[in-house]
């Protein structure tokens, strides 16, 4: 199939000249413009699809890397149709039929998305020797803060042909952070960036990005004692390995209340995860007020990050000493204060309906997931916590989109992540003294 629509595409586009080749990690394609930003578009792919059941070409463009792997997976499940495949990245799609005329166009920004098939997206495709070669534009469309148009030039293989290219990195940055982060108008100097792999979410992994003013790069777990402001001014984000923010804590020195959450007013730009390290700019795009407090970040950053996935493994049997003889207790000598009795980690109160719960006893976390909205469980599991002798400190930060609970239980604590998903919540636990058997 593939090769008859190249065939046909060649001589009905016979006219159209070939759009000079550039190299994807030295020249942008092209610019997609929303209302309050401008996304450089440096990653092209093109592939074969289908419109209203007639064969097509979509030619798709990013600021980042385009899964490629997720194209194939969703064209195969769908009978070579993409019509259910939506990256979550930023990205413009563009389909054309099989004249070679732009016909459709799908787009999605950091914070909106869209499609339109009106006369203000033009543009044209040749195919030769299984490379998509071409060009298209969307003028100025939509209102208020959904204006929208994009302009891009392409020359890529076809996935599926023999011409077709693996995905090119961007140039590599040198390593390090700068920028500005500021709370309620005072700067922070954030020196320090790392980039560990999170515990993933919506069963995808997750990467945590880790902003401080001190060093935290020998702490193993930085996150929380981050968001305590342990490392000074901080700022934690969760991502998906396209860029997609999961979750955002703001820790300034100049906030009443630190380590809160605000995912809904940051994106990632011009992210990449290559060549053993991850980088890109952090920014909110201007000053943000949560809890009546304000604050901003505008970071450019390169970390080294190697992605992992925690696995358990059985120790070795260790050789038991001898146990010491005992002498008979001393009637005269009291008796010691008992300690608070341990509990172990499969022991703990889950809320009700509790589903998919990991144990990871190397790091001393669970997860799992629960119906419900993110408030409806934390009240639920802050119940069930509580009648099993746990007590909150430090206060809780709930809201629709993130809760973060902190218990103590004895010597053992807890600091609990809740965060919205398909058909309700996920629900991670870091631990302190728990007994992991």
Request: with cysteine.
């Amino acid at each position: 199939m593939l090769r008859s629509l190249i065939a046909l595409l060649a001589v009905a586009m016979a006219l159209v000249p070939i759009v000079p080749s550039f190299a994807q990690e030295a020249k942008p394609a092209g610019k997609f413009t929303t209302a309050s930003k401008e996304h450089v578009l440096t990653h092209v792919v093109a592939y074969q699809t289908k419109l209203s059941d007639d064969p097509a070409i979509a030619v798709m463009a990013s600021d980042r890397p385009i899964n490629v792997a997720e194209i194939k997976a969703a064209l195969k499940k769908d009978d070579g149709d993409d019509q259910n495949y939506f990256p979550s990245q930023p990205y413009v799609r563009v389909k054309f039929d099989k004249d070679g005329k732009a016909v459709d166009t799908t787009y999605k920004s950091n914070s909106f998305s869209g499609s339109t098939n009106s006369d203000a997206l033009t543009g044209e495709v040749k195919v030769d020797g299984g490379r998509a070669v071409g060009k298209a534009k969307l003028a100025k469309t939509g209102r208020d803060h959904f204006v929208v148009s994009f302009e891009f030039e392409f020359n890529v293989g076809i996935i599926g042909s023999a011409a077709e290219e693996a995905q090119k990195s961007s140039p590599l940055a040198k390593l390090g952070v700068s920028g500005t982060f500021k709370g309620n108008g005072k700067d922070a100097k954030i020196a320090f960036v790392s980039a560990r792999t999170g515990d993933g979410f919506a069963d995808k992994p997750s990467i945590d990005l880790i902003f401080t003013e001190r060093d935290h790069s020998k702490d193993p777990r930085p996150t929380i004692k981050a968001s305590f402001g342990d490392y000074g001014s901080a700022i934690i984000i969760s991502c998906h390995e396209d860029g997609q923010i999961i979750g955002c804590q703001v820790s300034h020195a100049a906030h009443a209340k630190r380590g809160f959450s605000s995912i809904g007013k940051i994106e990632l730009d011009q992210f990449q995860v290559a060549s053993g390290q991850v980088q890109g700019t952090l920014s909110t795009h201007g000053e943000r007020e949560v809890f009546g407090e304000t604050w901003e970040v505008n970071l450019k950053f390169a970390a080294p990050y190697k992605s992992q996935v925690a696995k358990t493994e059985a120790k070795p049997a260790e050789d038991k000493p001898a146990k010491p003889e005992t002498s008979k207790p001393d009637p005269n000598k009291p008796e010691p204060a008992k300690p608070a009795a341990s509990l172990k980690a499969k022991d703990l109160a889950l809320p009700k309906g509790a589903t998919d719960v990991k144990y990871k006893a190397i790091v001393e976390m669970l997860d799992f997931k629960c119906p419900g909205d993110v408030k409806t469980v934390a009240a639920e599991f802050s119940k069930s916590l509580a009648a099993q002798g746990w007590k909150a400190e430090d206060g809780d930060l709930v809201n629709a989109n993130t809760a973060i609970l902190n218990r103590k239980r004895g010597e053992a604590t807890l600091t609990i992540f809740i965060k919205p998903a398909s058909g309700g919540t996920t629900v991670n636990l870091h631990t302190e003294g728990l007994e992991w058997e």
